[in-house]
């Protein structure tokens, strides 16, 4: 399913993860769950991956991860601000230490002014530490090729986080 490359990098994720005794857990719109379907491709990867959450809705995010109704209304669902709420609700309602959120427009269509096809905004949230984001613009490059540039964008945004932690 996923190339070699892909489970690569998700095994460097998860021995970081593991090396530090976290747990992670993922909180997934666009993405539809392909992270933690990467991670969990990775033999041993249950020591480690803690939960997962699809919210493809803008209800499963109020719901699940506890993104407010009006930050939704506010900011739109594709947004920096649902993408850092959709990370810290996925930390503060699992069992975990790390967690990664991603929010975006696959197309094709979805679009709207300002918020064009491909546009991602991923946030990876640790315990205790400040939450990072990253925004990305893919293109209307194809709705499976936005979804795992995605993907690969959020694994490489979560080992940044934990790499910053080194001294």
Do not use: W
């Amino acid at each position: 399913m996923f190339d070699d490359a892909r489970r690569q990098s998700a095994s460097q994720l998860l021995n970081a993860l593991q090396s530090r005794s976290m747990m992670v857990a993922t909180a997934e719109s666009c993405t539809g769950g392909l992270i933690s379907a990467l991670l969990t491709e990775v033999p041993g990867s249950s020591a480690v991956v803690e939960r997962a959450y699809i919210t493809y809705s803008n209800e499963a995010k109020m719901q699940c991860l506890g993104v407010p109704e009006e930050m939704l209304r506010t900011h739109g669902a594709v947004s920096e601000e649902v993408a850092r709420a959709m990370a810290t609700g996925a930390l503060a309602n699992a069992a975990a230490q790390a967690a990664i959120s991603v929010t975006g427009i696959a197309g094709p269509g979805g679009e709207t002014p300002g918020k064009p096809v491909g546009l991602g905004h991923i946030a990876a949230a640790l315990a205790g530490h400040a939450t990072a984001h990253r925004e990305c613009r893919f293109g209307d490059i194809g709705r499976a090729e936005v979804r795992m540039a995605t993907v690969d964008a959020a694994i490489e945004l979560l080992m940044a986080q934990l790499q910053a932690l080194d001294p």
